[in-house]
């Protein structure tokens, strides 16, 4: 890993690994791209992100990239959105057709993928796996996430000398980032589900970069859950914060939804019923045994979403 281009440069988890990539021994070149205008802060260098695989491949072979590390795929993964959205399939695909030239000197693509593609209902596992079922709904949001997963691992079959690793990312927890958990947690009261205390999970945004560049270093190749350690009640949660949950009926308001938000009344979002019903977690170990330590638990990733949260430093990796 010497030169690096990072997609989703504007999101909160593109910025932070851009910066960390500018004070990582052995990285001579960094550069970012997103969608839109991405300005200074988005690293020492940075661009205008393109659908066309032509025009990806020749970013490749200009600026000499050997490792992508693809942050534009799923939003309310690298902190960028409140709602559980779909991914950016046509610019996985472009970047996946791009990297599959074999005269180019990319040898390792990190995609951000999301914790989103397992189902969340009360006769699926509660524990997933990276090799279990995920969602076969071909409406929700998870369907484009995975069909981007499907290019991605096409790549990896027909271009062995790209090393092409999916990390599915929990929701993300820290102080700039925003996703739907972390939005409810900090509301005061917290919507709950009456009867219900689900278990559910966060990935510390200092743990995410960590987790992008661990999996790059070692061009790490293959299908990965990622999360901070354990998991975590919601009531637990909300205990956490020093607040207080408010037990409503775990239905969806639809098209009322606009209303009690306008009032500020509180409410379970329409898509979140079932996770505040049912709850979701991941099996982490494979990562794990990769070699990848986290630093933080659940309870400091809540503590985290806390305004001006004062953190400790994660734990040192080797």
Not at 53 to 80: F, N
Not at 108 to 116: D, E, H
Not at 194 to 216: C, K, M, R, Y
Request: glycine residues 10%; proline residues 8%; hydrophobic residues 45%.
């Amino acid at each position: 890993m010497r030169r690096v281009l990072v997609t989703g440069a504007s999101t909160p988890l593109g910025r932070a690994a851009l910066a960390r990539l500018g004070a990582t021994s052995g990285v001579e070149h960094v550069v970012g791209h997103d969608m839109a205008d991405t300005g200074a802060e988005s690293g020492p260098a940075a661009g205008r992100w393109s659908s066309d695989h032509g025009a990806l491949a020749g970013v490749l072979r200009d600026e000499q990239i050997d490792t992508v590390l693809h942050c534009g795929l799923a939003p309310d993964r690298t902190g960028k959105t409140t709602t559980p959205t779909g991914g950016d399939v046509i610019g996985t695909m472009s970047l996946c057709a791009a990297m599959s030239d074999r005269s180019l000197p990319a040898r390792s693509l990190v995609v951000v993928s999301s914790s989103a593609v397992y189902p969340v209902q009360s006769y699926r596992p509660l524990l997933h796996r990276e090799d279990g079922e995920t969602e076969r709904d071909e409406l929700a949001p998870a369907a484009s996430l995975l069909e981007a997963e499907a290019y991605a691992k096409s790549l990896a079959a027909r271009s062995p000398h790209v090393n092409v690793a999916i990390l599915r990312l929990a929701e993300p927890a820290g102080p700039e980032v925003r996703g739907p958990l972390s939005q409810l947690l900090r509301q005061a009261p917290v919507p709950s589900a009456i009867g219900f205390d689900p278990l559910v999970q966060f990935l510390h945004d200092e743990d995410g970069v960590s987790a992008l560049l661990f999996a790059a270093r070692i061009e790490l190749a293959g299908t990965y859950n990622v999360a901070s350690a354990g998991a975590i009640r919601w009531r637990d949660a909300v205990g956490a914060l020093g607040k207080t949950a408010v037990p409503l009926v775990p239905i969806a308001p639809g098209p009322l939804q606009p209303v009690l938000r306008g009032l500020r009344l509180p409410h379970i979002p329409d898509g979140m019923v079932g996770l505040l019903r049912f709850g979701s977690a991941m099996d982490t170990a494979k990562f794990e045994a990769a070699g990848f330590a986290p630093g933080f638990d659940q309870r400091e990733c809540v503590e985290a979403l806390a305004p001006r949260a004062h953190l400790r430093a994660p734990i040192a990796r080797s």
